[in-house]
């Protein structure tokens, strides 16, 4: 049996500021989104991922998968550019933090499931989101706040378009 260390939200919620810019080569920067304060340890996204964000910092990447179509249309949609990315496989959602730490030199990473399941009353969004286990090897599941009790078990076709991405950071 896993355990899980459960997490303080010291009180009320603590947000850091959307504002929060990190500088990358130059004149290019990322806006990273409001961040909400779990711990002196950790913060999580207070929104899902925006086409826009995904846009700059994947350039160059590769989609692919059973939801690679309905991916690139959103992506190829400048119209898009302030809604929440969905779409997304969870192979897309772990790249994205990879890309997104090496950008920052901070340290972000897919939410594991109890820090979602902690979080919940903190945070907003309409998407399913992934969430993985503490050592992220063979478990994953996908969570939504309107239906903060069930999987998404409909068959793939009927659940991919609204796969959205939440990341945490990792603060110390």
């Not at 899980?4 to 850091?16: E, L, P, T, V, Y």
């Not at 350039?59 to 809604?83: C, F, H, Q």
């Not at 409909?154 to 991919?160: C, T």
């Amino acid at each position: 049996m896993m355990r899980m260390n459960k997490i303080s939200f010291d009180g009320a919620k603590r947000a850091m500021s959307s504002s929060n810019i990190s500088r990358v080569s130059g004149s290019k920067s990322i806006k990273i989104p409001e961040m909400i304060r779990l711990s002196e340890k950790l913060s999580i996204m207070k929104r899902e991922v925006t086409v826009g964000l995904f846009k700059q910092v994947m350039k160059g990447y590769n989609v692919i998968g059973n939801n690679a179509d309905g991916l690139k249309a959103i992506l190829d949609d400048p119209s898009r550019t302030e809604d929440t990315l969905h779409y997304v496989s969870l192979n897309d959602a772990r790249e994205f933090a990879v890309r997104l730490s090496k950008q920052t030199g901070r340290k972000f990473r897919v939410q594991r499931n109890m820090e979602w399941l902690q979080s919940k009353k903190y945070i907003s969004g309409t998407g399913w989101t992934w969430t993985e286990t503490k050592d992220g090897v063979a478990f994953h599941i996908l969570r939504s706040l309107d239906m903060t009790d069930e999987f998404n078990s409909s068959l793939p076709k009927e659940r991919d378009y609204n796969y959205a991405i939440r990341l945490v950071e990792d603060l110390a």
